[in-house]
């Protein structure tokens, strides 16, 4: 098994920096989520934020093949994008959900978060699966402390996710985070709660429920980033990057 790196406190207070800034961002661009505004415009805005604050955008130029890297500071997915939505022209429309991630690199070290907001006024489905997916995350973070298990996490998403009659993505996890973005361990938002690795002091984990209204099947578009429901349904994103401690894990990522 991959080693998993326990941070000491001086590492998480730069952690804790880089996931102000994710915050930051988030609530920022978030204020501008309405219907006329391109997922372009939300991206020039993200990235120079981030910048005035001395931080790098984690995803530009990101990816496992060199030959297409991640072309922009957000991930922006809207209603059946689940994940990696790539910016454009495109106009965001009344009632759309949109699902914006972002990473943010200073001092070396990464914070890591989403959130899915309306645009506009959005229907009663929609607005219950934005509900239970940040009810979802949650729960997960609740059993994020020293001496739990991984998957009780992991268990705890499922289950709240599952009662609501919604689903979790299978084929795309959490992971550990830090000195690289991604790091041991995978955070699977499905699992068998009393099994995973012990979740130790100075672990920080980047825990994101992927929730879909209807199958947990997902479809790769062409352009290699993009992920969509199979079914067309809508999708929601909560994640935040927490370190964990004896009681409580501590939210790096959270506004205000």
Known sequence: MARVSV??????????ESGRIVAEVLAVVGGHVQPGVTTRELDALAEEYIRSQGGIPA??????DRRNPFPATLCVSIDDVVVHGIPDGRRLEEGEIVSVDVGVKKDGW???AARTFPVGRISEE????????EEALQ?????????NRLHDMSAAVQTHVEAAGYSVVRDLVGHG?????HEEPAVPNFGVEGTGVVLREGMTLAI???VNAGTFVVHLDEDGWTVRTADGRPSAHFEHTVAITQGEAEILTMHG
Request: hydrophobic fraction near 35%; aromatic fraction near 6%; proline fraction near 5%.
């Open 208 to 210: 994101e429920p992927m």
């Open 177 to 181: 985070i830090g000195k690289q973005l």
């Open 126 to 133: 929609k607005t219950r699966l934005l509900k239970v997916t």
């Open 139 to 147: 729960a997960g973070i609740a059993r994020a402390r020293a001496g």
């Open 59 to 64: 995803f530009k130029g990101y990816g496992p």
């Open 7 to 16: 941070k000491s406190g001086r590492d998480i207070a730069l952690m804790r």
């Open 110 to 112: 990464y914070g890591d």
